[in-house]
């Protein structure tokens, strides 16, 4: 291989930004996941502002129709695809080689190639604001609405061809985290010794594998719809609007729990670390996850009750969705277990947890109401339909998020955040969302439609959207607390020892932040909170004189790692190109380069999908080229 | 536990903490298979799922349109030949890994490139299968049973010929001496990739042409 000019030279270290954008260390690129994220969050923050402001006042005229269209299709998008289950990953990538005592994941490029692909699928996403108009047909892209018809605009092509990309970085990071859990865990951990956030990365990423080619497949057909005039999805020759819901629920229900499980998990170690007592029954919580992710695979069609299926495919479906309930309820009532009689520590991270259980637990009986057949009929579209999922998402996916950001700063960065501006950021947010949530199920209830960019002063729902947009200006306060937050407490000294939160797992028994080799030694594990055996004893025998644990090797020790690789990025640069040579190649389109006097078959080249896919191959041979560790 | 106490009797000063013992260099996986192998196992699980939302797509649209505007004019006799072709490919691809496993390098190598070889034979009588559509007037955008016959045999002939491409490289690969008896492992991972986009075929040719 020593021959081979494309390979990177072994040795070679960089330094700088060069060094990030070459990385292939999961921590970094945890870390570039979440930043990257949580600008994104910001970003979708803004636009959900701008609704609720255009929303605050009847016949309100701060944005028009189209552009309403647009901010709801880009907040829906950035805030399920850009913003939480990046965030997921973030925190996924950061956390999970850690916790099974890996020193990285299974495979570091793939890991870099699933960054770079969130990054660009999302710039491009965004890019198309500044090419003729954003995606304006929702998060769901019910077609026919999303066909070439009704949204004439590249906005649908533009969001096709993104989350065809962040599919791909979906998929390739679901394979290494399987991989990496399944086949890294330091000896004696088995599977049911797994802390939960790691169970709950798993599950979420076995979903992954399974739902997401569903709608990769559903989004190609709309793709052929809107540039080959296929008529997949139009009724009037023939095709199916109803094939486009269920090829996109099959995804989009399991996309939900894509987004809860990891909260989940975040929640049930924040938990059992701040109430000090071990997780309340955790196999039950582990069964109870892997419950969940089963049945998510056969309530899809709950969101086409509507539509006019069978009385028995309703029935059917309506049931399944109840059975959810179950092991989410075992899940609330774990949580309230590990609470109970604990020795709590009150601070941000378990406030978030625990107003977390408070406010999820709201959005889990929403939802029992709407899997009520009649019920949803009564409330379909409206604004109750909003309101529930916000409170499974906002009130748990964010919420959780947060916990697990104010949870896990010291690890990362070996500085705390301020507990005053946490707390405050805690309470903006709690009151903000309820007056924001709450109030969209009655509004919903008093018919309220969901999409609608105004509405006349005479429908009596003015005076509660104000209150709601007060609410919503609360949670962006509240953020911005947050954001605040982060930023000054970046500049203080790093004060974090490896165990500031007397942790039961192993994350905290090396250095905050860790080396780059994560440990150079190892504890034996014979249960789920091997570091709280390893310092009070397996049945507390040194709980008067516990024990410190490190296992950094002092952050000196001299291990391989694997060698930094550019070829992710240009892996994703080629799939980027092509995305824009698909959606500007044909039809004349300005990547079309004109060849009809050629004399061949083909009239058109599209230029910009060839010079992606060499770009792509360039990638590849890199790749392979060079030497995997 | 015991692993703790021994832990416990190291010469270890009560307010030093504990370090665990060393991780060696070289660490086993946790279920003895090698990463590659469990992660090409994973993604063609997920490939599953991807060819049976086309089929599904496909099965809902065959019955829409009559046999004269498009499912009759399909040519069994050059589907069969395919299908043949394809099984046939499958069985040098399980030669050739058997080759390697016995460090029969050249005989590998030839199997591989024969392999390929059946690939493209299988692609070319796919074009002579569209060619013959699209001059009885049938093209992608005719009606639905077209578009979903055209995406369905174009996806899994993208898969074929991704297939063909790995198969080369891997060619290209032994011959600069990257691949021995004892370290073949990237042969049984394209051959996985190779039976299970020949399975898909199977059962494409099961739904397309049979029932």
Known sequence: MATNVLALPRASQPTGLMSWITTVDHKRIGILYLITAVIFFIVGGIEALIIRTQLAAASNTLVGPNLYNELFTMHGTTMIFLAVMPLNSGFGNYLVPLMIGARDMAFPRLNALGYWLFLFGGLLLYSSFLVGGAPDAGWFGYAPLSERAYSPTHGVDFWILSLQLLGISSIVGSLNFIVTIINMRAPGMTINRLPLLVWGTLVTS???IFALPSVSVAMFLLLFDRVFSTSFYLPNNGGDPLLWQHLFWFFGHPEVYIMIMPPFGIISEILATNSRKPIFGYAA???AFAGISFVSFTVWAHHMFAVGMSPAADAVFAGMSFVVAVPTGIKIFNWLATIWRGSLRINSAFLFAAGFIGQFTIGGLSGVILAAVPVDWQVTDTYFVIGHFHYTLFAGAVLALFAGTYYWFPKMTGRFLNERLGQLHFWFTMVGMTLVFLIMHYVGVLGMPRRIYTYGAAQGWEVWNFIETIGAYLVAFGVLFFVINII????HKATATNDPWDGQTLEWATSSPPPAYNFASMLPVNSPRPLWDAKY???????????????????????????PSIWPLVLTIGLSIIAIGIIFGFDGGPLALDISGMGMALQSLPIGLVTGIVVFFIGLIGWVSQPAS | MAAV???EQGARRADEPLKGVLIPEHVETSTGLDH?????WVFIASESIFFAALMATYLVNRDKVSLEEGPGHLDLAVASFNTFILLF????MVLALQAIERAKKGRMIFLLVATAFWGLVFLGGQ????IELINNGITFDTNVWSSSFFALTGFHGTHVLIGIIWIVMLIIRALRGGISEHNHLAVELGGLYWHFVDLVWVVLFTIIYLI
Not at chain 1, 488 to 491: A, D, F, N, P, V
Not at chain 1, 539 to 558: C, I, M, Q, R, Y
Not at chain 2, 89 to 92: A, E, G, N
């Open chain 1, 285 to 287: 919580m582990a069964f």
């Open chain 1, 206 to 208: 076995l979903l992954v």
């Open chain 2, 5 to 7: 106490d021994k832990l």
């Open chain 1, 537 to 563: 004893g397996p049945h507390g025998e040194f709980a008067s004189n516990p024990k410190t644990v490190d296992l950094s090797g002092g952050g000196t020790a001299t291990v391989h790692l694997p060698s």
């Open chain 2, 36 to 40: 590659r192998k469990m992660v090409m």
């Open chain 2, 89 to 92: 490919s499958s069985l040098t």
């Open chain 1, 488 to 491: 000054t407490s970046l500049r």
């Open chain 2, 127 to 130: 074009a002579f299968e569209y």
